[in-house]
């Protein structure tokens, strides 16, 4: 039975466990802020969201192509403050203007993606990680500094036209109140999962395959025959625009931006956690590892300060259990020195060498 | 196999001397440029502030460039070096601040407090290094997409390692008092903690270049980075060797620390991400792994950002990417790099 490898009999689209699944999770997710009326589950679970899109952008380029990029949490930024700047200098602004600021962080992100690659993927990788290291860092300066732009290290608040303002109130339905909040909510769900099915179609597709061969091996996919360089610049540019996608959403929920918020070198090192923890080059690996991310972020600093309150009077604990972000490094160093493959790696990889064990035990 | 000439008869690189001397002219005429809109007397003051600048930006530099080019270790834990030698600078001076003797305006004095300092943060620097490495770098030699991630992680441990020890605060950091003064020729204002910067980060480059070219453990170290394998049938243990010139670049990084230390006259803990990327731009200006490179290219980084921070002083970072820029156009491998 295990040596019929071909399909006798093609099922339908729709019973594909794999689809089940999906839909399932979407429809879940659909019905968290009717189960968990609490803000904090719906402000939680649209930052999972939003941050699954971002670090399975990221995945794309790392794992998939094998391309190294600090820039991306510089990508998110550009989105996030896009929509931010728009909607805090037009004076009545409404739904349109939202439209117009996904095309022109769309426009800035694809344009400095462009740039970044015609410059940098001539040089070897490293100096592509330290080119754009730096560029990230400059773009966290130009943020702090540019103030009549961007508003300096205070930030850019601002408030959400038309039907996505907080204020605006449906009435209730099933006890929850539907208002703005809500509307950006599933805003933030339908985008998420259309973009990330976009994601998984471009790498399921032949590109995609012609992405992985790069990865593997760059001189033999040449021998091939195929332009590296144009792949890569597909793929650097998808990703990038995917994680400006991501940002305007951030921007959308959050309704405040600034500098630190966004453009900061933390949130690159999150997201590089996060694909690590996941699995570099499984796409569902980024929402596993965006999920454990920011579920701990929220309850670990909780968690710290009550195991600190049982000892009031030692200095030093108290001071390390302020500091959770340390514990967070360590971690990071642990998951790539012991686990690079990551949680959904291991799996499959576990799952691929007992596949390839039962083959050759049933073989005879 | 080298796409250069030889000369046959002293068996080495023959140099194009009018192509290299017309480079060098092209060079010091760029850095003249300025004088059209600044007087000369600001334009020599902005000089001496520039160089000294560079020397700090060398020290780190020349650490980054030595892991790399000798060990092939792509280390970005330097910034966490850098900020743990300016603290324990930070902190020696304040232990001698409590003492009084910072208040000694012998030029003599301060200049001795500074040496020990400087001496302490370079032990410091030479102990993360040799824990860091065998910690951490030895498991991931030979990938250099897990070293970056993993220094990445590194960094940001040692800086929150570091934020718990000292706080996260910016901190004064007392100067000794000789080195607050400075003396005016022909108008020209010069700090005294300037001319030692520029004087120490000269006699650093000629430090390292004699043992790395003229003893014998500069030429093991060079040997080693050529073929690993040869240098142990030797019998030398390369491992060791790795490891002092990991310590050896963490040293230089952490005096580099101490020194922007005292040119700032303040620390807080995310002065090394900032200096970082300084440093960074100087090494793929001047090339990886070359000593020199690092020294010219951090020369024109540091004068560069100060004419362009007098002139127009929003785009003084944005000058030096430019200046990177251009540099991957016409010739990735840097204006000093071998690879």
């Known amino acids: 039975m295990i040596s019929n490898q071909g399909r006798t009999r093609t099922n339908p689209f729709i019973l594909n466990p794999m689809v089940c699944l999906y839909a399932g999770i979407i429809v879940l997710l659909a019905l968290i802020p009717f189960i968990f009326p609490s803000f904090r589950v719906m402000d939680l679970m649209a930052k999972i969201m939003i941050f699954t899109l971002v670090v399975a952008s990221f995945d794309l380029l790392l794992g998939y192509t094998g391309i190294l990029s600090f820039a991306h949490g510089m990508f998110f930024g550009i989105g996030a403050y896009s929509v931010a700047l728009i909607l805090y200098h037009i004076p009545k602004p409404s739904w349109y203007h939202i439209l117009l600021a996904v095309i022109i962080s769309l426009g800035v992100s694809i344009g400095m993606s462009l740039l970044v690659s015609f410059f940098s993927l001539r040089v070897k990788a490293i100096f592509f990680a330290m080119l754009t290291l730096a560029l990230a860092e400059f773009a966290h300066i130009l943020g702090v500094q540019w103030t009549s732009l961007t508003g300096g290290e205070d930030g850019v608040s601002f408030v959400l036209p038309g039907i996505f303002n907080f204020n605006h109130s449906f009435g209730t339905l099933f006890h929850t109140q539907v208002n703005g909040r809500l509307v950006v909510y599933f805003l933030i769900l339908i985008s998420t999962a259309f973009l990330f099915a976009a994601l998984l179609r471009f790498t399921q597709s032949p590109l995609g395959r012609v992405l992985k061969a790069i990865r593997e091996n760059e001189q033999r996919t040449i021998a091939l025959g195929y332009q590296t360089f144009k792949y890569q610049i597909y793929s650097i540019v998808f990703s990038s625009a995917l994680a400006s996608m991501g940002g305007i959403l951030y921007a959308m929920w959050l309704c405040y931006v600034n500098p630190d918020s966004v453009f900061h070198t933390a949130i690159m090192v999150n997201i590089l956690l996060m694909v690590l923890i996941g699995g570099m080059g499984t796409l569902y690996g980024s929402v596993i590892g965006a999920a454990f991310f920011i579920i701990t972020e929220n309850w670990l600093p909780g968690l710290l300060k009550s195991m600190a309150a049982m000892v009031p009077e030692n200095v030093i604990i108290q001071t390390m259990a302020d500091r959770w972000q340390l514990y967070f490094g360590i971690a990071f160093v642990l998951v790539v020195l012991f686990f690079p493959k990551g949680v959904l790696g291991t799996i499959r990889s576990r799952i691929r060498q007992k596949k390839i064990l039962l083959n050759t035990l049933f073989k005879y | ?339």
Not at chain 2, 289 to 299: N, Q, Y
Not at chain 2, 306 to 325: D, E, H, R, S, T
């Open chain 2, 1 to 339: 196999m080298t796409s250069q000439a030889i000369d046959l008869k002293t068996n080495r690189f023959k140099t194009n001397r009018v192509k290299t001397g017309i480079n060098w002219l092209m060079g010091i005429g760029l850095f003249m440029l300025p004088l059209i809109w600044i007087d000369p007397i600001t334009y020599l003051t902005l000089t001496v502030a520039g160089l000294s600048l560079g020397m700090l930006i060398f020290l780190i530099a020349s650490g980054l460039t030595l892991i790399f080019g000798l060990m092939d270790v792509l280390n970005l834990a330097h910034a966490a070096f850098f900020t743990f030698g300016a603290y324990t600078g930070y902190s020696v001076l304040n232990l001698i601040a409590s003492f009084g003797w910072i208040e000694t305006a012998s030029l003599g004095g301060s200049a001795f407090f500074l040496m020990v300092a400087l001496g302490t943060a370079g032990c410091v620097g030479a102990i993360l290094g040799i824990i860091t490495e065998r910690l951490v770098i030895q498991r991931v030699y030979g990938d250099h997409l897990m070293q970056l991630l993993v220094t990445v992680g590194v960094s940001f441990v040692m800086v929150e390692i570091l934020k718990i020890i000292w706080g996260v605060n910016d901190e004064v950091v007392p100067v000794p008092l000789a080195f607050q003064d400075s003396f005016i020729i022909y108008g020209v204002f010069v700090e005294y903690f300037r001319v030692v910067a520029i004087l120490l980060g000269v006699c650093v480059f000629a430090g390292l270049q004699f043992v790395l070219k003229k003893t014998k453990i500069g030429i093991i170290v060079r040997a080693g980075v050529e073929n690993r394998e040869i240098v142990e049938t030797t019998g030398y243990n390369i491992n060791r060797i790795f490891t002092l010139v990991f310590a050896a670049g963490a040293a230089l990084a952490a005096v580099g620390g101490t020194m922007m230390a005292v040119f700032n006259q303040a620390v807080n803990p995310g002065m090394g991400d900032q200096f970082l990327i300084f440093a960074l731009i100087v090494v793929i200006i001047g090339g990886m792994g070359s000593v020199t490179g690092s020294f010219i290219g951090a020369i024109i980084v540091g004068l560069s950002f100060n004419y362009i921070a007098y002139l127009v002083p929003k785009m003084a970072l944005g000058v030096n990417f430019m200046i990177m820029a251009i540099i991957l156009l016409i010739r990735p491998k840097g204006l000093f790099g071998k690879e």
